[in-house]
Nanobody, 124 residues
Framework: QVQLVESGGGLVQAGDSRRLSCAASRRTGNAGRMGWFRQAPGKEREFVASIRWSDGSTYYADSVKGRFTISRDNAKNTVYLQMNQLKTEDTAVYYC?????????????????WGQGTQVTVSS
């Protein structure tokens, strides 16, 4: 099966930056799209950002637009999430996912494979 491993989480101060990484198995490189989701305690999992493997086109949730940047390295089968101007509201477990490029970018159902998540805690 396809495996995704997130890393880069930790405790940061509000206003600081952090970069998350998602290392994918080679088969994941054939998936159409990679995405980042997050889930805060007591809340539903929400979409953060996505990127297409083929052309690098991106899509962002309004809550992170202008602050977060998703990118990919096809040769390394790795996806990144650069998080700037972090807010306490960004505190969550961040999940990497892989799925179809044909589905809606922001829908959970578009993504078939999921990582275990990495915790990001933003303190004020």
């Amino acid at each position: 099966q396809v495996q995704l491993v997130e890393s880069g989480g930790g405790l940061v101060q509000a206003g600081d930056s952090r970069r998350l990484s998602c290392a994918a198995s080679r088969r994941t490189g054939n998936a159409g799209r990679m995405g980042w989701f997050r889930q805060a305690p007591g809340k539903e999992r929400e979409f953060v950002a996505s990127i297409r493997w083929s052309d690098g086109s991106t899509y962002y949730a309004d809550s992170v637009k202008g602050r977060f940047t998703i990118s990919r390295d096809n040769a390394k089968n790795t996806v990144y999430l650069q998080m700037n101007q972090l807010k306490t509201e960004d505190t969550a477990v961040y999940y990497c996912a892989a799925g179809s490029a044909a589905g809606l970018q922001y829908r959970d159902s578009t993504y078939v494979y999921w990582g275990q998540g990495t915790q990001v805690t933003v303190s004020s």
